[in-house]
């Protein structure tokens, strides 16, 4: 059965500090691991990822995936309050289907 | 901007009753999905759609079904609700497949549906 696993389930930091979620995943088939951004609606797509060791930046954002060690770690800098939100992985395993780990709620504290 | 929309942002229903759930999108995309929240289980995928009439079940169809007679229409249909089907449902499209990458989803609101 394909598995994804965030870690941690929750952090609060304070504003301006880094952080650093993780996402490992065990499935058959990997085409894609996306990240979104939950905050109190629908999620919001970040990024995809598809190759190993190239980053994606957005901002303060970025992420990059290592398939060797089947996990992906999305960084965030100089956090705001804006940030805090829940934040999910999900892996595309074969077709158009997505399977998605519980989530890492980060709260930013001013 | 793709725009997908659900059609009630709270549903509150009673046990037995059958409930519709509707999801259209804009943007003329080939699949639609229907995912469950619920806390500590992230999103589970109910059932998605990938052409007009056409569905597959995800990992946890039972006690829904889907219908989708239009591109842009995507209903999720609960027979006969109960109380265990209390949850966030969130619809969600994107773009067909292209080669072996599947394109960014887009979600709707969600519908937080409760079962009394």
């Known amino acids: 059965e394909d598995k994804v696993v965030q870690s941690p389930l929750s952090l609060v930091v304070h504003e301006g500090d880094t952080v650093t979620l993780n996402c490992s995943y065990e499935?058959?088939?990997?085409?894609?691991l996306l990240w979104y951004k939950q905050e109190k609606k629908a999620p919001t797509f970040l990024f995809m990822l598809?190759?190993?060791?190239i980053e994606k930046k957005s901002g303060r954002l970025s992420s990059i995936l290592d398939k060797k060690e089947l996990s992906s770690i999305l960084n965030i800098t100089a956090t705001q309050t804006g940030d805090s939100a829940i934040y999910l992985c999900?892996?595309?395993?074969?077709?158009?289907?997505?399977?998605f780990g519980g989530g890492t709620r980060l709260m930013v504290k001013p | 901007d793709v725009k997908v929309t659900q059609s009630s942002r709270y549903l509150v229903k009673r046990t037995g009753e059958k409930v519709f759930l509707e999801c259209v999108q804009d943007?003329?995309?080939?699949?639609m999905f229907w995912y469950r929240q619920d806390p500590g289980l992230g999103l589970r995928l109910i059932y998605f759609?990938?052409?007009?009439?056409?569905?597959e079940k995800g990992d946890i169809p039972e006690g829904y079904s889907v219908s989708r007679e239009k591109k842009e229409r995507f209903s999720l249909i609960l027979e006969s609700a109960s109380t265990n089907q209390t949850s966030m449902y969130l619809c969600?499209?994107?773009?067909?497949?292209?080669?072996?990458?599947?394109?960014?989803?887009?979600f709707g609101p969600g519908t937080r549906l409760t079962v009394t």
């Open positions: 969600a499209s994107s773009l067909g497949l292209a080669g072996f990458l599947l394109y960014e989803q887009y």
């Open positions: 499935v058959t088939n990997f085409r894609s």
């Open positions: 598809t190759s190993s060791g």
């Open positions: 999900a892996v595309n395993n074969a077709g158009n289907m997505l399977t």
């Open positions: 943007m003329d995309h080939e699949n």
């Open positions: 759609s990938y052409d007009v009439k056409m569905k």
